[in-house]
Each structure stands twice: as structure tokens, then as C-alpha cells.
């Protein structure tokens, strides 16, 4: 691996904590990756030609620090309090706190969702605004004007950085940035692949740091679990042709057994701490079922339907609604579930949801009914957010028409 090469994984797996430090010494998110960014630039000039140190986080923490402390003497930014601070030399490194302050900052509810997660993934990820423009296939002005804008608004709202007092509370925003990341990862909403695995690979590390500084909180480990036992299919769902292949299609044996037994295991801590599961840790749970099926037709169906009974009590959703009444059609049959799809077609939140029409499509199937599903799959398709997934329901609702006009025209079928 050449030096180049290295001080980028370096800065990767240390950049998160420096700027935690240097954050917490000027006060300032945006102020501090300038100067961690600063100091990447120093390790890029010297350490080709003087050799990467031993220590290259403390060579980092040491550098930034120095430039902190003549970036404030510079600016006369904060009080002497703050220089004497950044001058201690007994206060070094980087505390759990810090990092915390950091995620907790990079997530603030002031800023919006986007904002939130190109932050996130520059700040806690290491990523340079070309690669978060690569990961969202977005031009790197605009992630660019993104970051920027966040770390503005940052610092005009005065958000302390701090672990928050009401840490439970600003939790969950926390674990939406971390989802949402691993989300467009999961389903890309562009670009040619179904899955962008580097965001999705991306997430489930944040995740993963946040069960390390957060031990007592069940949330982070569902997360975690959720994620890696998704992830777990991924060379499942799709083929070497780049086609989507449904969950009951798949070969569970390319299901990745060592994301599963790591999912699982943290589904396991989040129970054994002894507190109520909240919304990831049951759509973990759900996600388990699954993972501990041998086969989509041994599936437990019944007790699926009875974890999104409990997800839609203590998270209300229409889309949660939806998957249920996929679980009910295996569960109870195809009646029940037409049934369970008339409070989600009532939903206005719905009304332009491709998945709805796809979903009762299949139901109507079940039932034999198969010109209302050609008509739903038509809706869904109109409604389709990636010409990916148009193609895969106008490639159904053609399989579907010409199957009614074979058996339309096949003596004896009339």
C-alpha cells in the first residue's frame, strides 16, 4: 500500500476523533474540521518523505491541537479561558464525550435531514464532499453548498457541542441520520444498482459506534441488528445481471452468515438489557424472523404479523401498515390480506406510494384476479420513483397480461 493510500485510511479511522477534540477545544464543528483538515494536509507533505509515525493518531491530535491554539490566538476568537485550555498539554486525545458531542452536534434537530447526513458522513465518516457526491450521485457543489450551509447554521443557532442532558430524547434523530444513510444504501433512490453497498457499509459502522459509546442504550444495538441482518441478503437480492431478485426467490445460501450471527447477537443485547424495544429493535426482530428461516414457505408468518401489531403501536405508520398486510396475506391468506390493505389505501400519505398497487397486486393474484393486478401494477409503475423498479413492474403487469390472454386462448380454459 503506497504512503498516499495509508494516510487516507488513517484519516478515515482517526479524522471522527480529531475533530471531536479540536471541536471541543474551539467550540466550533466547522472551525474544527478545518483545522483537522489542516492537519490531514500536514500528514500528506511530511509523512511520505519522513515515514508515517509510529502513534499517526497522537502525530494527528498533537498537529491539530498546535494549529488550534494559532488559529485562536490568530482570530481571537474565544476568551483566554479557551487558549489556556487549548494550551494544557495534560488535556489531550479525544474522550467518549467528545465523540458523542460530535454525533449529537452533526444531528441536531436544527438542521434539515439532508443537511444531517451529508454532515454526518463528512464529520463522523471521514468522507471528502467528492465521495459523499459519489455516494448520493449528486454533484459535488451541491454536497458541497450542503455541508456548508450546515455548519453555518450551526453556528448562527449557537448549538452548544456537548452531549446533550436530555441524551434519550435526541437519541432517536441520532438513529434516523444513521438508517437514512443505511437506507439509501440499502433501496438506492438513484443511479443503475439497487444497492449502493459503500453507504450501507458506511452506516452500519456509525452504528456500531454508537453501541460502543452508548453500552446501556438497547436502541443502537436494534439498529445495529436491523442493518446487518438486512445487509445480510444483499448478495442474495440481486443477479449477476444487475435484475432484482424478491425476498422469496432468493438463495438463502448466499445470505451472509457472519452479518446474520453478528445481527443477532446484537438483536440478543438489546433484549438482555431489560427495557422496552423501541422501533428498530422490532423491526430487528423482524428481520431475525426471517434470518432463521430456513426457506420463504417456513417463514413464521404468524409471529411477524404479531411484531408489526407491536411496531404499529409504538410507531405509527401507513408503510408499516403495508408491510403487514404482505405479512397477513402469508399468514391468514389473501382475503385477510385485501382486507388489512383497505386502511392503507385510506391513508392519504399513500395516495402516490408505488408499493401500494404493487403489494395489492399480489394479493389480487392470490386470489385468482388477475386483470384488477394487471390495473394496480400499471398504477404502481406511473407512480415508480427509478426507472428500475418501473421496469420491474412493467415486466410483471406484461407477465401477467399475457398469461390472462394465453389462458383466454388456450382450448378448454373458456
Known amino acids: ?190 443511479g443503475d444498482g439497487w444497492i449502493r453497498r459503500d453507504l450501507a457499509e458506511e452506516a452500519m459502522r456509525l452504528g456500531r459506534m454508537l453501541t460502543g459509546l452508548l453500552p446501556r442504550e438497547p436502541e443502537p444495538y436494534g439498529l445495529v441488528a436491523l442493518m446487518e441482518l438486512q445487509a445480510s441478503r444483499f448478495r442474495a437480492r440481486v443477479t449477476r445481471e444487475g435484475e432484482q431478485v424478491l425476498l422469496q426467490n432468493q438463495d438463502r445460501a448466499r445470505w451472509d452468515r457472519t452479518l446474520i450471527r453478528h445481527g443477532l447477537s446484537a438483536l440478543d443485547r438489546a433484549i438482555a438489557l431489560g427495557r422496552p424495544l423501541g422501533p428498530y429493535s422490532v423491526q430487528a426482530a423482524i428481520a431475525a424472523c426471517h434470518a432463521r428461516a430456513g426457506s420463504f414457505e417456513t417463514t413464521d408468518w404468524e409471529a411477524i404479523v404479531a411484531l408489526y401489531d407491536a411496531l404499529a403501536q409504538i410507531a405509527p405508520s401507513p408503510v408499516v401498515l403495508l408491510n403487514r398486510a404482505v405479512a397477513v396475506l402469508y399468514a391468514d391468506g389473501p382475503e385477510a390480506a385485501l382486507n388489512a390493505m383497505d386502511a392503507v389505501r385510506a391513508d392519504p400519505r399513500m395516495a402516490r406510494h408505488h408499493l401500494v398497487g404493487a403489494v395489492r397486486a399480489d394479493i389480487l393474484i392470490a386470489l385468482g384476479r388477475n386483470a384488477e393486478a394487471v390495473d394496480e401494477l400499471a398504477g404502481a409503475a406511473a407512480l415508480a420513483p427509478t426507472e428500475r423498479e418501473r421496469d420491474l413492474l412493467h415486466d410483471r403487469q406484461r407477465r401477467i397480461s399475457t398469461a390472462i390472454t394465453t389462458t383466454a386462448t388456450t382450448p378448454g380454459t373458456r
Open 1 to 190: 500500500m503506497s504512503v498516499e493510500r495509508r494516510i487516507e485510511a488513517i484519516w478515515r479511522m482517526e479524522s471522527a476523533r480529531l475533530i471531536a477534540s479540536l471541536a471541543r477545544l474551539t467550540r466550533d464543528v466547522g472551525v474544527a474540521e478545518e483545522i483537522a483538515q489542516d492537519a490531514f494536509v500536514a500528514a500528506l507533505e511530511q509523512w511520505p518523505v519522513e515515514g508515517v509515525p509510529p502513534n499517526p493518531g497522537a502525530w494527528l491530535q498533537t498537529t491539530g491541537r498546535h494549529k488550534a491554539i494559532d488559529r485562536i490566538r490568530r482570530d481571537r476568537m474565544r476568551d483566554d479561558r479557551q487558549l489556556l485550555a487549548a494550551s494544557d498539554p495534560t488535556v489531550s486525545g479525544t474522550s467518549d464525550d467528545d465523540l458523542l458531542a460530535l454525533i449529537f452536534t452533526a444531528c441536531h434537530p436544527v438542521l434539515a435531514r439532508e443537511a444531517r447526513t451529508a454532515l454526518t458522513l463528512r464529520l463522523l465518516g471521514g468522507l471528502s464532499t467528492e465521495e459523499i457526491a459519489r455516494a448520493y450521485l449528486k454533484p459535488p457543489a451541491t454536497i458541497g453548498q450542503r455541508i456548508s450551509r450546515a455548519k453555518r447554521t450551526l453556528a448562527e443557532a449557537k448549538v452548544p457541542f456537548e452531549t446533550p442532558a436530555d441524551k434519550a430524547e435526541r437519541l432517536p434523530a441520532v438513529l434516523e441520520v444513521v438508517y437514512l444513510i443505511f437506507t439509501e444504501g440499502h433501496a438506492a433512490t438513484s
